[in-house]
């Protein structure tokens, strides 16, 4: 297995590259790549530091076609495109843009460290709920369907016996 996660949008020859890690993959082997996904909702709706993935931090944008299009040449096979890694939901609320990168490019408006008050059963029952709706609702249907999760995934495999 080959693990890219978060490393193709950096590359100057990504189709170059691709081809040197297959090199390595066995046949049937599976390769798994993650990319930042520029149709999310955050980024369409002008509510993400989307300029921290604006050359030079990233130099590649992919959707689903040219990442399948780029697999598909390479030889890759059983290729499948999704999303994930979450839809920043304080963002898409109107809350400040909060991370470690807009902190450190100096974007955020919120400095404040949030600390954790220790488990109740109220914050259990919060995170179940959560889970739920996640699993039933968020994945089928925005990262499965609509594919406006943070990271535009991709899984495929070498031609050959697995």
Partial sequence: MIYAAQVFEHLLLPNHD??????????????????????????MFGKDDFMLNEPPQQINYFTSSTMREMLSQAGMSNISISSDGGMKW????????????????????????QTATGPSLLGRCRDSAKAIVKSTVIKPLFYNRLRVGMNRVAYSFKPGAR
Avoid: F, H, W
């Avoid at 898409?92 to 974007?107: D, H, M, Q, T």
């Fill in 18 to 43: 691709l081809a040197e890690l297959l090199s390595l993959l066995k046949p049937g082997g599976m390769l798994y790549i993650d990319v930042p996904n520029y149709r999310t909702l955050p980024i």
């Fill in 90 to 113: 304080e963002n898409l609320l109107g809350r400040p843009i909060s991370s470690e990168i807009a902190s450190a490019y100096e974007l955020s408006d919120d400095n404040c460290q």
